[in-house]
């Protein structure tokens, strides 16, 4: 099988690392071989070769697009890991249509397309008989997509709480230490999960955007981000912050989204106080959590990632590669 | 679809009164219209009626045996809810094996048959062209199985832990609060939640029974029970267990098990403290929670199925029917 990689940063790198170091298994248990023949990034252009490469020292030809690169690498999976764009999903919308129409199955790590063209992705793939698939645009790459597809189907879900946003929890625990919010942001820079522009965090807008990925994927919506009723943790005072946590009971930035009872779906995201024995009170550092109310699930139910990282983000990729391709043997 | 109920007691009776629930959301997003044609119970014996019936009131004959049960119900797909025996797994395994060899889809709540006959039926449901399925066998019909199978493929799981039997957490819970060991054991009863021996759940073979099921099928080892190194709640004085909750990290009955470095699968099961901000902290009364650790992971991924009921084991079992008959609309 020939797969292809669109952008090639930390996630791309840490996904050619796992599937080295799966490749047995994935033969033995799936039925998955593979060769890589193309590789695309902003610094090393549109790269391909047919006989196969290393993404990481590519050997091979340099084309000048998207349709060119499909065609040499005659890709059978291309992963996309781009940068986010959050207004439009652009140019990764553009880049995964162009792949289905194509032919070309698409695993996606990217929220930007799915908030933004879930429907005509999803609905074109079908048309052409592939897959578009995005396990790990939300919550890093633990299981929402596949769980929502395989193992809760009709459970009736009402709504979802989550903690979405890792940054906003970094940021949150600086100023309950005693630090101001822009030391804060600091940090989270320096560990290198805060976007380029850290307002998309702290303001909500990385929560809304999953949010909707969820609502549009999960309950059937269509939201966009300027649907969901936002609040940032900036509003706060960091006295306030640093009482809440005296108090138990800490601040986080919670995100939801709930099915009323004329079936609308509504989503907010803003800072809340989370009990430390609720489904959401074990929430530290970089730590991820959606919480599931449904009538076949009384107490709800919760799925937390500890600490994920970027092989995290690449396993659900991988996960997805599996879903797609795999014959289990 | 025919169908039909191996068991009619508090699970199947939750399951037949959720299906009905969402008789129209399967037609609609599964194609899965269905009717029963069988149910058995100690009481109504091998009742079968083609025609379908009404397995709350139901009409029809009486025959005799299993086998004449699966051919005059015509049964496609058989759910299984029959009394626990944890020696043996029988007659359940008997009558899912009949089933099976008869060509029917078998769907299980039941961990005795996982435990003492999981490679048989499996290998024998593989040779007939059906399945064997127990999403409720494990954590009351949260997701276990599906989410190994569909969601966290070649994770690298390198071990399991848990709270997988409510009535120890019940017990416990009263002790804590003052009462004696036996009194949360009566608390426990009146409950329903307890086994009709609650030696079985005290004493940690509950647990150990769900511990080799999630042993065999998601880690492919093959233990059993007595393989499990095993201590219960008794053995633990009654004022240590409330200095443990004054100290904030109360003694829970824990199943772990892991893969050693020789890929060897080791099960335990005993009471351990857990701390308030661990995975395994936030466990209350009947509340089941699983934690895997892989090195997708990085912190480990919780599952926690907070206050389950009989809707939720029968949900597992419902879950179990669209992953195998059905086809998403």
Redesign the interface.
Same mark, same amino acid.
């Given at each position: 099988m020939r797969i292809a990689f669109l952008g090639y940063g930390t996630v791309g790198r840490a996904l050619y690392a796992?599937l080295a170091r799966?490749r047995a298994?994935?033969s033995r248990?799936?039925g998955i071989d593979y060769v890589v023949t193309g590789v695309a990034s902003r610094r090393g252009g549109w790269r391909v070769n047919a006989a196969g490469l290393e993404p990481e020292q590519p050997t091979g030809e340099i084309v000048d697009n998207v349709t060119q690169w499909l065609e040499r690498s005659a890709a059978e999976v291309v992963f996309e890991a781009l940068p986010l764009e959050p207004m439009s999903g652009q140019p990764a919308l553009d880049y995964l249509r162009a792949a289905i129409e194509h032919g070309v199955h698409v695993i996606s790590a990217n929220k930007g397309p799915v908030v933004h063209g879930h429907r005509l992705l999803t609905e074109l793939a079908a048309a052409r008989g592939v897959c578009y698939r995005f396990e790990s645009a939300v919550m890093d790459?633990?299981?929402v997509f596949?769980?929502a597809?395989?193992?809760?189907?009709?459970?009736?879900v009402r709504s979802v709480r989550g903690i979405f946003t890792s940054t906003a929890t970094v940021v949150l625990e600086a100023i309950e230490s005693g630090h101001t919010l822009d030391e804060g942001i600091g940090l989270a820079q320096r560990m290198g999960i805060a976007e380029a522009d850290p307002g998309y965090d702290v303001d909500g807008w990385d929560s809304a955007m999953k949010l909707c990925a969820v609502a549009n994927v999960v309950l059937g919506a269509d939201i966009r981000p300027s649907d969901v009723t936002r609040a940032g943790i900036r509003e706060l005072r960091e006295a306030d912050v640093r009482r809440a946590r005296l108090e138990g009971s800490p601040f986080r930035l919670v995100g939801e989204i709930s099915r009323g009872a004329n079936g609308v779906v509504a989503a907010r995201v803003g800072p809340e106080r989370c009990a430390?024995?609720?489904?959401l009170?074990?929430v530290?550092g970089t #730590?991820l959590v959606m919480h599931y109310e449904a009538? *076949?699930?009384?107490?709800?139910? #919760? *799925? #937390?990632?500890?600490?994920?990282?970027p #092989?995290?983000t690449?396993?659900g990729m991988?996960?997805d590669l599996?879903?797609v391709m795999?014959t289990p043997r």
């Open positions: 796992l799966r298994a994935l248990e799936y790459g633990a299981p596949s769980l597809r395989a193992c809760i189907p009709l459970a009736g430390a024995d609720g489904p009170g074990a530290r #730590t009538d *076949v699930f009384p107490g709800g139910l #919760t *799925v #937390t990632s500890h600490d994920p990282d #092989t995290t690449a396993y991988m996960a599996i879903g795999g």
